[in-house]
């Protein structure tokens, strides 16, 4: 079992920075691929960003290409989601997850464990 905790989330203005970052208690972290999702009010849950076990690879979805950076320490059982530039439309709970795939995993059917979500509110 894996208990992942985020935190970073908050309010912040349009063109404002945060970081998210999520703790894991897993032993082996550096054998869970690790993402980011996203879920605003009314829709559904969608890939943010992703990294691969070892961080060698990642995913961002078009929406943040250019504004978030997904990073991991193996050493410290933490992922970070690095956002800048935020807009309005950035507003969701955000959820660290964990995957036992190999690869980037960017669907949450291949996701395995997940944490209870950071809300991260962006005002215009």
């Known amino acids: 079992q894996v208990q992942l905790v985020e935190s970073g989330g908050g309010l912040v203005q349009a063109g404002g920075s945060l970081r998210l970052s999520c703790a894991a208690s897993a032993r082996a972290f550096s054998n869970y691929a690790m993402g980011w999702f996203r879920q605003a009010p009314g829709k559904v849950r969608e890939c943010v960003s992703a990294?691969?076990?070892?961080?060698?690879?990642?995913y961002s979805a078009d929406s943040v290409k250019g504004r978030f950076t997904i990073s991991r320490d193996n050493a410290k059982n933490t992922v970070y989601l690095q956002m800048n530039n935020l807009k309005p439309e950035d507003t969701a709970v955000y959820y660290c997850?964990?995957?036992?795939?190999?690869?980037?995993?960017?669907?949450?059917?291949?996701?395995?464990?997940w944490g209870k979500g950071t809300l991260v509110t962006v005002s215009s």
């Open positions: 990294i691969s076990r070892s961080g060698g690879s990642t």
């Open positions: 997850a964990a995957s036992r795939l190999f690869g980037v995993v960017t669907t949450t059917d291949g996701m395995d464990y």
